[in-house]
């Protein structure tokens, strides 16, 4: 035995390798992270074996995942841009956020979610770009049963008309195109922005020249993101995406879902006067529903049972996540 109970490794194989790594992280006392780790490792050598990886193809994803730290900086998150274009940020979500029918789905956060958004009053301007296209939005935060859900701290953000976020300016000295609001008694908020335009994600980095490698365009169909927050429900965030936009079944990041997909409508005369904004401007209106945090649980629960029997696993959940069963 080596120091502190560990197995003794030697002479190992690219058949005794996996096993032996696992060994040897089971001595962490977070049962958790074991599994996480023990799966991890698992995948990964099987990975290797089977693709017969060789040396310069590890090397280049070596580096490659150098080049992603490099680029990062608090605004550029090349990481987070990786997990979303192998869609690994849209399945994480889903697997977290199951949602009974009629409740609104989620979609990718994406890295452009700040926490600098200015609160605004329902009705008020959240955009600041002359060229942009004025948008009134009008929506309402229910449960799944129809009760309006007030009190709901609800993020709000989207591109300028040139397809870029704030933040993506060198020159930002204050937040554009964002701002949080709260919902009323009658689960109402309603703003101003501009009508969202399709645009690339940041392509100038390592996750862009991997899609071109893959022959994959890097653009997001136009939307409107949303966070919403109240203590007791399901955190939720989605984006509403507007239909017929050319990148509607392509997304580079994989966040469009029919339930998200909009029409948008042209503000009348009574409503251009009671909302204070121009006849004929674009109008969206919006019902989003929120799930209770127990109801989400529960589902979560109930699908993880029911995705891990599949898999033929004896697992018991701890803290709502599953970790190995032991005799
Ligand atoms: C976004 O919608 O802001 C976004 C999502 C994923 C990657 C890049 C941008
Ligand atoms: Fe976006």
Redesign the pocket.
């Known amino acids: 035995m080596a120091p502190n109970n560990a197995p003794a490794l030697l002479d190992l194989t690219i058949d005794n390798i996996t096993p032996n790594t696992n060994r040897i992280n089971s001595q962490c006392k977070d049962q958790r992270l074991t599994y996480l780790m023990e799966r991890l490792v698992t995948h990964l050598h099987d990975f290797a074996r089977e693709t017969r990886l060789s040396f310069d193809e590890w090397m280049t994803a070596l580096n490659f995942l150098v080049g992603c730290g490099k680029i990062s900086d608090d605004v550029r998150q090349e990481f987070?841009?990786l997990s979303?274009v192998l869609g690994l940020?849209l399945l994480v979500d889903s697997i977290n956020h199951p949602k009974p029918a009629g409740s609104t789905e989620g979609s990718?956060?994406?890295?452009?979610h700040t926490h600098d958004a200015p609160t605004l009053a329902h009705g008020a301007n959240m955009a600041s770009d002359p060229k942009g296209e004025p948008l009134l939005c009008i929506c309402t935060v229910k449960d799944t049963a129809g009760k309006p859900v007030a009190g709901v701290k609800i993020d709000i953000w989207e591109t300028d008309s040139t397809g870029h976020?704030d933040v993506q300016h060198a020159d930002r000295d204050e937040p554009s195109e964002r701002c949080v609001m709260e919902s009323d008694d009658e689960g109402r908020f309603w703003f101003k922005g501009i009508k969202p335009v399709s645009y690339p994600?940041?392509h100038d980095g390592p996750v862009g020249k991997l899609l071109e490698r893959l022959g994959r365009h890097c653009w997001?169909p136009a939307?409107l993101?949303f966070m919403f927050e109240k203590s007791g429900w399901d955190h939720l965030i989605t984006?509403l995406y507007m239909r017929g936009d050319p990148y509607e079944t392509s997304d580079?990041?994989f966040?469009v879902k029919q339930s998200l997909i909009v029409d948008l409508d042209k503000v009348d005369k009574a409503a251009a006067e009671k909302y204070d904004i121009k006849e004929g401007s674009w109008l969206l209106n919006h019902d989003f529903v929120l799930t209770s945090q127990k109801e989400t649980e529960k589902l979560r629960d109930e699908k993880a049972v029911e995705a891990l029997g599949k898999l033929g696993l004896r697992m018991k959940l701890v803290d709502h996540l599953p970790v190995p069963e032991l005799d």
Request: aromatic share 10%.
């Open positions: 987070i841009l979303d940020s990718v956060l994406g890295p452009f976020y994600i940041p997001r939307h993101h984006s580079a990041v966040g």
